[in-house]
Nanobody, 125 residues
Framework: VQLQASGGGLVQPGGSLRLSCAAS??????????IGWFRQAPGKGREGVSS???????YYDDSVKGRFTISRDNAKNTVYLQMNSLKPEDTAVYYC??????????????????WGQGTLVTVSS
């Protein structure tokens, strides 16, 4: 099981980025995996941002609701996090993680079993 996160970078406030989480070694839909996006800002703990469960249900933290959109492409075995209207407080290392579950899950870090490497998102003028 492997997860590869990508798409981070430097963006101005109000800008957009799309993060990708490519999975290998398992199939997101057929193997009933949920994917969560998490972030960790300097000096802070890891927090859940969004998740998409095997049934397609989604969850967003209040801090990103209305600005971020999570989606899944089963053919590419990849989950995306579209981030719009970015703010400086969105600056963090973003991680994706997987949990095998037939029911919907929310992005609580301790619940997720497999983690990818992080991708840095910096929002600054």
């Amino acid at each position: 099981v492997q997860l590869q996160a990508s798409g981070g970078g430097l963006v101005q406030p109000g800008g957009s980025l799309r993060l990708s989480c490519a999975a290998s070694g398992f199939t997101l839909d057929l193997d009933y995996y949920a994917i969560g996006w998490f972030r960790q800002a300097p000096g802070k703990g890891r927090e859940g941002v969004s998740s998409i469960s095997s049934d397609g249900s989604t969850y967003y933290d209040d801090s990103v609701k209305g600005r971020f959109t999570i989606s899944r492409d089963n053919a590419k075995n990849t989950v995306y996090l579209q981030m719009n209207s970015l703010k400086p407080e969105d600056t963090a290392v973003y991680y994706c993680a997987a949990r095998r579950s037939r029911i919907s899950v929310v992005p609580i870090p301790e619940w997720f079993e497999e983690w990818g490497q992080g991708t840095l998102v910096t929002v600054s003028s």
